[in-house]
């Protein structure tokens, strides 16, 4: 069971690395067409009832599969320059990977959510074109922070925007045991040491104030 835990601790940290970075690259689209012009830019807000982060983590025996919730979201974009900024938060607390005896341990001694109950997101720059309306891809800059830590991380984002609201998805790689997370590995089972996110994200757009 210890190292079932650690494993979803490194899940958990890949999660809402994961859930923050999609945010903000959703954050990144120009203006919709017929949406007012202004000078601050783009503003996004997200919907965290209709989105949701999915991780998971490969070993010699299994493949554990678990998701995170979102509490808020609110980002601005500068579409000249690719800049944003804003926040948004996820709940480290909601971590569930199917096991409550697990979850309980990552929670408790991992992740120490009750003194981290929350993980946070800036986003800094979005490399790549977003069309006015129908599919883009781009890439996502910014700075997570989670277990009191920062760190810097980029996403991979496709995104469908259609007037005043997008979905979008997004895909990267999170090496936990760099960010401070123990190895979970022993000589009777060998984790990755990489954590695969992977978001489904819904929300609107308008022009910020």
Do not use: C
């Not at 890439?139 to 991380?153: F, T």
Request: glycine letters at 8%; proline letters at 6%; hydrophobic letters at 40%.
């Amino acid at each position: 069971m210890h190292k079932a835990t650690w494993k979803s601790a490194g899940i958990a940290l890949g999660a809402m690395a994961g859930v923050a970075l999609f945010l903000s690259a959703i954050a990144a689209p120009p203006r919709p067409a017929g949406a007012p012009s202004s000078p601050a830019g783009i503003q996004l807000t997200l919907d965290p009832s209709r989105s949701k982060v999915h991780y998971t983590v490969d070993s010699t025996l299994h493949t554990v599969h678990g998701t995170f919730n979102l509490k808020s979201g609110m980002l601005t974009l500068d579409p000249a320059s690719g800049k944003a900024s804003g926040e948004v938060i996820v709940f480290a607390t909601s971590g569930d990977s199917g096991n409550s005896s697990r979850d309980e341990r990552m929670h408790k001694e991992i992740l120490e959510t009750q003194r981290y109950p929350n993980a946070t997101f800036r986003p800094i720059q979005v490399e790549g074109a977003v069309a006015l309306a129908g599919p883009s891809d781009v890439k996502l800059r910014g700075m997570i922070n989670v277990h009191g830590q920062d760190h810097e991380i980029v996403a991979l984002v496709h995104a469908d925007i259609a007037s005043d609201h997008w979905t979008g998805s997004a895909k990267f790689d999170v090496p936990y045991i760099q960010w401070g997370i123990k190895d979970p590995s022993s000589w009777l089972l060998k984790v990755k040491p990489v954590v695969n996110v992977e978001l489904d994200m819904t929300g609107t757009l308008k022009a910020a104030n």
